[in-house]
């Protein structure tokens, strides 16, 4: 079963001759499926290769113009995936681009660590970058109905959203899965670099934080923890983020002397990877963690939602130091709006305090009647 992704027609535009378009994603998200996808679609001859060919990686590591011609030959676009793994790509793409000014190219990459660096600065003004996540509701939502999509919610807030589970009937089958993902895929791109020291440390900050979804998180408590200095916790999270497994949201703040600013959540691309973390995939009316779990889960669909349509956001959560808080806040052109989420109930606890605060910006309560509004 494919769905068709958000960013597909957004990619098709940014293909043009002596240009690189760049897709990021963690691994298993469905980046070589959506490029190869896009590649049917276009009228194009198409050469598609994988850097994780030595001979391929070899040839687009040479920098030699012959070499890298005799590869390209005629065709029109060229796909390479996992391009992360060659040396010097940025540089060789140039000389393609340079030597070959009709070829289009895209790459793919499963981690911005490496690949980032060694593409920016030769293909400065020459390339455009997207990342894919794992399918978003608004896309299956799109893919059936939005009936259809509400009905897999509680599947998908226990299990995630990669597309290979979609496929996957039994609870059994998705758990594999997603522990195959954990102890083979996920960060295999930072221990392969040889970036950290302490592998083991990395999977137990991650399992901390998994258990501390929603809530405020102490680099100084979490080494702690995990017998580390601060600036470890501070750089292994920096890895993670570069390798698309979890992303931050700091304090929103225009009073420093009431707000909180300085703390920093910490949330999952994938709620299915945080559950497999900690083992648990229990039904959502015998959790404890609901709350914090459907928190996670509209806070990364309601981004994934906007990114692929490059409404670029600066988001926050906001606490008083008197103890008010809001989930979200997003600020658009400079104007925050606040929004409150909750499995349960329709109190709004801390719309009053929002307001007093900023009395001209938005509050809205989120919830299981209107979520589709905020992720769709």
């Avoid at 597309?163 to 996920?186: C, I, T, V, W």
């Avoid at 906007?306 to 959560?317: A, H, K, T």
């Avoid at 104007?335 to 007093?356: D, H, I, L, M, Y």
Wanted: proline share 3%; hydrophobic share 40%.
């Amino acid at each position: 079963m494919y769905i068709e992704r958000t960013i597909t027609q957004t990619i098709i535009q940014a293909i043009k001759p002596g240009k690189v378009v760049v897709l990021y994603g963690a691994r298993q998200v469905g980046k070589s499926t959506l490029i190869s996808h896009i590649c049917q679609q276009l009228n194009f001859t198409t050469f598609q290769t994988s850097a994780d060919d030595i001979e391929v990686r070899t040839i687009l590591s040479s920098q030699r113009t012959k070499e890298l011609q005799n590869m390209v030959g005629n065709n029109q676009l060229i796909f390479i995936d996992e391009a992360q793994r060659v040396e010097n790509i940025g540089l060789n793409l140039k000389i393609i681009i340079d030597s070959m000014p009709h070829v289009r190219i895209i790459v793919t990459g499963s981690s911005s660590l490496e690949l980032a660096a060694r593409i920016n600065e030769p293909l400065t003004g020459r390339k455009e970058t997207f990342h894919l996540g794992p399918i978003s509701f608004a896309e299956l939502a799109a893919h059936s109905s939005l009936f259809e999509a509400r009905q897999q919610l509680q599947l998908l807030m226990r299990y995630g959203s990669y597309p290979a589970l979609l496929s996957l009937s039994g609870d059994q089958e998705k758990r594999a899965y997603l522990k195959n993902l954990l102890n083979d895929y996920l960060y295999r791109d930072i221990l392969n670099l040889g970036l950290v020291e302490k592998p083991a440390k990395l999977q137990q900050l991650l399992k901390l934080l998994a258990y501390q979804v929603g809530s405020e998180a102490s680099l100084s408590e979490l080494g702690a923890q995990l017998q580390l200095d601060s600036k470890s916790v501070a750089r292994y999270i920096s890895l993670l983020e570069q390798s698309f497994v979890l992303f931050r949201l700091g304090g929103y703040s225009t009073n420093l002397r009431k707000e909180v600013s300085k703390k920093q959540k910490y949330f999952f691309w994938d709620v299915g990877v945080r559950n497999a973390l900690i083992d648990r995939f229990e039904a959502l009316e015998l959790r404890q963690d609901t709350g914090a779990l459907w928190e996670n889960f509209l806070i990364i669909e309601h981004r994934k939602r906007d990114y692929p349509n490059f409404e670029w956001i600066d988001d926050y959560f906001w606490r008083t130091k008197a103890g008010s808080e809001v989930d979200y806040i997003e600020v658009k052109d400079g104007r925050p709006q606040a929004f409150e989420v909750k499995w349960g109930g329709t109190r709004r606890p801390s719309a009053a305090a929002w307001r007093n605060n900023y009395p001209n910006a938005p509050f809205t309560l989120i919830n299981q009647d209107n979520f589709p509004d905020f992720i769709v």
